[in-house]
């Protein structure tokens, strides 16, 4: 982890996010709202084949009336993880460089409604079949899940090769999230972010 000098913090651009992802790297903020990038080892991925709801929480996502939906509110799903997280882990300029990295397709929102409101969802940033899942939020009881297994069905179908969830924790974990050492990690990076892939669009 290198911590962005205070003096002069570069600007977070889309093309320097880019660039940092396809090689492994990732921003965050600390407590202070100073920007660090991460490249951790071991690194934790989701393998597309477990994201599946069992049928106890399909019923009970009918039932509680949620739907989900891919990119229509990408800025509100991030600013809702930046109030569940806190506003110096996901920093105003994030915020700004993700949603125009958004604009040129290269990030992603999956969103959970109930009743007209937004009430789960989460981001992530993609390069070619690889998806770097960023942060996610619930309001209600399985909004959350609701999204990823939505945005995990996506990706299996348009041939997505690689689900990075960058640290294991007890949810992830709990969803099927699995630790691999980084330079396996990166292997499987190099071969998706080249891999053709189109999220939108037949």
């Not at 889309?14 to 990732?26: D, I, K, S, T, V």
């Not at 920007?35 to 009918?62: G, K, M, Q, Y």
């Not at 942060?135 to 399985?142: A, I, K, L, P, T």
């Not at 007890?170 to 998706?192: C, M, N, Q, W, Y």
Request: contains cysteine; charged residues 20%; proline residues 6%.
């Amino acid at each position: 982890m290198t911590a962005v000098p205070r003096n002069a913090p570069p600007p977070l651009t889309p093309e320097l996010l880019l660039a940092a992802y396809a090689r492994g790297y990732f921003p965050m903020g600390d407590e202070a709202g100073t920007i660090h990038w991460h490249d951790p080892d071991p690194r934790a991925i989701l393998p597309l084949e477990v994201l599946h709801p069992n049928a106890r929480f399909r019923r009970a996502s009918r039932s509680s009336g949620l739907h989900c939906t891919l990119d229509q509110d990408f800025a509100g799903v991030m600013r809702q993880c930046a109030v569940t997280h806190g506003d110096t882990w996901i920093t105003e300029g994030m915020i700004s460089a993700y949603t125009a990295l958004h604009a040129l397709g290269h990030a992603h929102s999956a969103e959970t409604w109930q009743d007209g409101h937004l009430v789960g969802g989460l981001y992530g940033v993609r390069i070619g079949a690889a998806f770097f899942g960023e942060s996610m939020f619930s309001r209600v009881s399985n909004a959350s899940k609701a999204a990823l297994y939505h945005l995990a069905a996506h990706l299996r179908e348009r041939g997505a090769l690689l689900f990075d969830t960058q640290y294991a924790n007890d949810h992830t974990r709990s969803l099927g999230a699995v630790e691999i050492p980084r330079d396996v990690f990166k292997a499987r990076l190099i071969a998706a972010v080249k891999a053709p892939f189109r999220f939108h669009g037949p």
